[in-house]
Structures are given as structure tokens and as C-alpha cells.
């Protein structure tokens, strides 16, 4: 089983915080349409095996019409196996998610939305530079039940200035919603954008990583009397609402990732596209692959494997770790790992390493420490 990602690089303005690749300028929108298909041909072979996950991110793939979403899709259709019940994901934004529009998408074989919500408050989402409102936010959620089933909403907090109260709000307003999946993010500074600049300047208060911890504990104590599984840091989900794109990522399974800035992985090497729309469009227009590779080594796939597993409930496999990874790895681990059980952030259970509740906001510096280095 493997996955496909369809990287839809427009967006109609630049989300403060944002460093993913995109253009605002949407021109060249039926060239990229059409590269991205010629693309999925150029490579058909590097899938072997069903489609199980067809995935559109971005950027915003919601701006895009239903037309071009199912010029896309009949291109995967035509070019690979699809499994019998593919998920097919569409990222959307609630300023895009019109009755008009939700409704075109429903008649598409998207079964699944994943909404930009980060927050139902005005002040947090000005201050994120998002181009919906409250209302839109709002609005877009209660129009997208009446015809999609499995709908995931992203939601950000440790934004500066956001209270334990207003996160508490957010939550709430969520969960009334009864939404089967939620994605939650901790507001992240990354270089040169203009969150960065803004707080640089003095205009924006820092992020502080203390208050994005204790919006963590808020949220899992809220999800989990609410029902849902915190079945990844990031992600929770009502029973049986797990992503199947996600977990087969978490899983290590392959994906190939098309469009400008998309990311593949066969299970031994990494390749990623150029993040540059006009290039990407002439060389596969000239039939080559605007792509880089890198060969995974054993010790690169073991601390992705730990990075990854760490996060998720099912945790740290030892019996896989052996068999994958063999002896010097697997005991490694076994010495790596005894200072942490010690100080109550790990635990063994059956055959997994998982993180404690202690231990969950700290599982990407409890993985550091469990990394080969050096072999
Ligand atoms: S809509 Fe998404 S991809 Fe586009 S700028 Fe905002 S956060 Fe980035």
C-alpha cells in the first residue's frame, strides 16, 4: 500500500507564520494543473503496489475548481492502482468552503476535508494574517457536515497573547461541533517569515514555549474527557476517525509527493521537488524531474523511525527495531532509554517504548536522545 501527496502551491495571501512553499500570484494555475498531471505519468513506475491515501496540501488546494481537482484525479486513477476504498483528502479554507463550492467538491470522489480553521477568534486570526474570519471559520464547518462525514480541523495555540481562556474557548467551540478529527499545532517561528520579523521588531510578544506546553495539557485533558484518542502528538480523533494518510506516514509506508516542494519516499531513499512554481513547470514540461535524491542509511532510517514512533501511541517497537534495525541498534536503544524510564517520561509496555503523560509535550528531545549519532 503506499500514498500519494498532490502539492497545490497557491494561496491567496501569506499566513504570518508560514514557511511552506507557495505563490499568491495564481496565473499560472492551469499550467501547474496540467504539469502536476504530466508529472504523475513521468512517475508511474516508482509505485508499486494500490494507492490506499490520495492526499491534496499546500499551499491551499481549495482554490482550485472541482474541474481541476478531477483533471488530478482521473490522472492518478488512470496512471496507478487505487485500493478499494482510497481516503482522498482535500485541504481547504474556510474563506473557499461555499455552499457552492462544498457541494462541487462533494460530487468529486473527495471523502475527506481537512479545514484551516487555526482558530475560531478574530483578534488570533488577524494576528496570523489568515484570510477567513470567525464567522467564515465558523460557517464553513457547519456547510461541510451536511455533506462530508470525515472532516478534520487544524487548530494552532501558544499564539502570543492567547490566554489559557481563549485556548479553552477554542477547544470548546470545536468539540461542540462534534468534528471526528482535530489536528492542533503549537504556533512555530520559523526563520525569515514575517512572524519572525514581527517579533524581532518588538510588534509581536514572543512565543513562549511554557504557555504552548500548558495549552498541550489543556487540550489533552479536554480532548480525552471528550472522547477523543490523542493517537499522535499532534493529531486526536474520535474511535475509528484515525487519518489513514497520517498514520501510513507514521508507518513508514511509501509515498510519492508531486508538485512543486512535494517530498516522496520509496522506503530507501527521500527525494523532494523544486520549491520554485515557473521552473518546475518548464522541466516537466521538457519532460525531466525537477527533483533531488538522497539515499536513506540504516542509521538515517532508525532515528526517523524513533522520531516518528515516539510521537504516536503505538510508540517505539523493540521487536521492529530488532528486526529492522539489528543488534547494535536495538541495544542502543535499550541504554538510551534507561534515563528517561528512570525519570518517569518513557515507559515499556508489552513490547512498545512510549512517552508518559509527563513525558508527551518533551517526546522531540526525548528522541534526540535516543538518535545514532555516530557508527
Ligand atoms: S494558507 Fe496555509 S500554506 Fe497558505 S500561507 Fe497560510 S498557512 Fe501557509
Redesign the pocket.
Known amino acids: 500500500m503506499a500514498g500519494i501527496y498532490i502539492h497545490i502551491p497557491f494561496?491567496k495571501q501569506?499566513?504570518h507564520y508560514?514557511d511552506?512553499h507557495?505563490s499568491t500570484s495564481l496565473k499560472k494555475r492551469d499550467k501547474m494543473v496540467d504539469a502536476i498531471c504530466k508529472e504523475i505519468v513521468l512517475r508511474k513506475c516508482e509505485i508499486d503496489g494500490e494507492i490506499a491515501t490520495i492526499y491534496f496540501g499546500?499551499?491551499?488546494p481549495s482554490l482550485l475548481t472541482n474541474v481541476e481537482v478531477d483533471k488530478i484525479l482521473s490522472t492518478v486513477y488512470s496512471t496507478f492502482q487505487i485500493s478499494e476504498n482510497p481516503e482522498i483528502t482535500l485541504e481547504a479554507?474556510p474563506d473557499d468552503l461555499t455552499k457552492a463550492k462544498i457541494l462541487e467538491f462533494s460530487n468529486s470522489a473527495i471523502n475527506r476535508l481537512s479545514i484551516?480553521v487555526q482558530s475560531f477568534f478574530e483578534h488570533d486570526l488577524k494576528l496570523m494574517n489568515r484570510a477567513h474570519n470567525q464567522t467564515e471559520a465558523l460557517e464553513c464547518i457547519v456547510l461541510a457536515k451536511k455533506h462530508f462525514e470525515n472532516i478534520s480541523i487544524d487548530l494552532i495555540y501558544g499564539i502570543p497573547e492567547m490566554s489559557s481562556e481563549q485556548w479553552i474557548a477554542n477547544i470548546e467551540k470545536a468539540l461542540s461541533l462534534n468534528i471526528p478529527h482535530l489536528s492542533c499545532y503549537a504556533l512555530t517561528v520559523e526563520p525569515k517569515t514575517a512572524l519572525e520579523q514581527f517579533i524581532k521588531k518588538g510588534i509581536v510578544p514572543p512565543v513562549e514555549d511554557d504557555v504552548a506546553q500548558e495549552h498541550h495539557a489543556i487540550l489533552i485533558e479536554m480532548t480525552e474527557a471528550a472522547g477523543y484518542d490523542n493517537y499522535e502528538f499532534s493529531n486526536f480523533c474520535k474511535p475509528g476517525w484515525e487519518s489513514k494518510n497520517n498514520t501510513a506516514y507514521w508507518q513508514g509506508k511509501p509515498y510519492l509527493g508531486v508538485g512543486p516542494s512535494g517530498h516522496s519516499y520509496d522506503g530507501n531513499q527521500r527525494s523532494w521537488n523544486i520549491s520554485n512554481n515557473p521552473i518546475y513547470i518548464k522541466k516537466i514540461n521538457d519532460g525531466e524531474l525537477p527533483l533531488e535524491r538522497e539515499v536513506l542509511s540504516t542509521r538515517d532510517k532508525y532515528n526517523e523511525y524513533v522520531m516518528t514512533r515516539l510521537r504516536t501511541t503505538n510508540g517505539i517497537s523493540l521487536k521492529e527495531i530488532n528486526e529492522n534495525f539489528g543488534l547494535i541498534f536495538s541495544e542502543y536503544l535499550s541504554k538510551q532509554m534507561i534515563q528517561h524510564i528512570d525519570s518517569g517520561l518513557l515507559c515499556v509496555k508489552m513490547d512498545a517504548i512510549i512517552v508518559t503523560k509527563k513525558g508527551k509535550f518533551l517526546s522531540d528531545g526525548i528522541a534526540a536522545d535516543l538518535f545514532m549519532i555516530n557508527i
Do not use: Q
Request: aromatic share 18%; net charge neutral; with cysteine.
Open positions: 494561496c501569506a499566513c508560514c511552506f507557495f499546500g499551499g491551499t479554507n484551516g
